[in-house]
């Protein structure tokens, strides 16, 4: 993580963000001379992490200052202001995407996902990654009839069955789901080495369909 140094000196990003990035880094598949597509890019970060220098770097994101912010930091890259549910590239294009906390963000889902089916080549990998809706501390919370008030701008929510769903439905190939528990009402009581623990290894083993996060791993045909 050491060519991101920037993502603890924006309000956007903090320790969180890094830690999801080097989950997300450790689970990725890319290769020499892949082109990666990053949707709802941000500042860039993703794609700068990924060092491999033959890697063609492509990132969309709706938010225009974003999109200059990330072009400081990533001048070899293609970054656009674009649409998540209206890719602006030729069909087959890339061999991999990511698109980490988008979905739940997006108005049309299905078209968001079938756009990304269309880009990716075949054998094309994806990684998507969405809040869960069924995670601990919300089913706790629904139990003492409280509710947990999601963040600003998610339009819908996902757990373990709609998720399949929807990729399935949509042509890809799910070959696994991982889980990250980051909102356990106990993790912040520990240290840091044990919530992590707990957080990436014991739990998600235990409980593979109700951590926190979900990361879907996906293949076109």
């Keep these: 993580m050491e060519n991101v140094e920037h993502i603890d000196k924006t309000e956007r990003y903090g320790q969180q963000r890094g830690v999801m990035l080097e989950f997300i880094l450790k689970h990725l598949e890319v290769k020499d001379n892949d082109s990666v597509l990053d949707i709802a890019c941000g500042l860039g970060v993703l794609l700068e992490a990924i060092t491999n220098p033959t890697v063609k770097k492509t990132g969309i994101d709706i938010d225009s200052e974003c999109i200059e912010i990330s072009r400081q930091f990533l001048p070899d890259a293609d970054l656009r202001v674009a649409d998540a549910c209206d890719l602006p590239f030729p069909d087959e294009t890339f061999d991999g995407q ?79 789901i991982e889980t990250r528990f980051v909102d356990c009402p106990f993790y ?19 409980f593979p369909w109700i951590g926190s996060e979900l990361y879907a791993f996906v293949r076109k045909p």
Aim: charged share 20%; hydrophobic share 40%; with cysteine.
């Design 98 to 176: 990511t698109a980490t906390c988008i979905l739940e963000h997006v108005d049309n889902p299905p078209a968001m996902i079938r756009g990304m089916y269309r880009v990716s080549k075949k054998g094309g990998w994806a990684m998507i990654s969405t809040p869960n809706i069924g995670r601990p501390l919300r089913l706790m919370l629904a139990a003492q009839k409280k509710r947990k008030q999601d963040y600003s701008g998610h339009s819908v929510g996902w757990d373990y069955h709609l998720l399949m769903h929807l990729l399935e439905s949509n042509g890809w190939i799910v070959e696994r």
């Design 188 to 206: 912040d009581y520990l240290p840091k080495f044990i919530g992590n623990h707990l957080s990436h290894k014991l739990l998600p083993r235990l």
